[in-house]
């Protein structure tokens, strides 16, 4: 079965840094893109970056710059570098893929941005 597991959040000062990672297994992974998401206490869910088989890669506007999503298909694993955090980036982070017309999601990661 498809399983998605992230880690890597945690508490970091604006300004700061983490690199987030989704270790992937159940499907072919190099065949399949996949995406981060993000929730904020009473927000919803909304899509960060996307990358591609392919490694073409595509960001939220808000994230443009700051954030750079990367996979490592022989990992079986998809990577989000954030950078110059902000506390508005605080959230749960979600690996995201869709495979077969199904949506499959991991558990999350928390990540808090404050001084």
């Known amino acids: 079965q498809v399983q998605l597991v992230e880690s890597g959040g945690g508490l970091v000062h604006p300004g700061g840094s983490l690199r987030l990672s989704c270790a992937a297994s159940?499907?072919?992974?190099?065949?399949?893109?996949m995406s981060w998401y993000r929730q904020a206490p009473g927000k919803e869910r909304e899509l960060v970056a996307s990358i591609s088989s392919g490694g073409t890669s595509d960001y939220a506007d808000s994230m443009k710059g700051r954030f750079t999503i990367s996979r490592d298909n022989a990992k079986r694993t998809v990577y989000l570098q954030m950078n110059s955090l902000k506390p508005e980036d605080t959230a749960v982070y979600y690996c995201?893929?869709?495979?077969?017309?199904?949506?499959?999601w991991g558990q999350g990661t928390q990540v808090t941005v404050s001084s």
């Open positions: 995201y893929v869709k495979r077969r017309s199904t949506a499959y």
């Open positions: 159940g499907f072919s992974f190099s065949l399949h893109a």
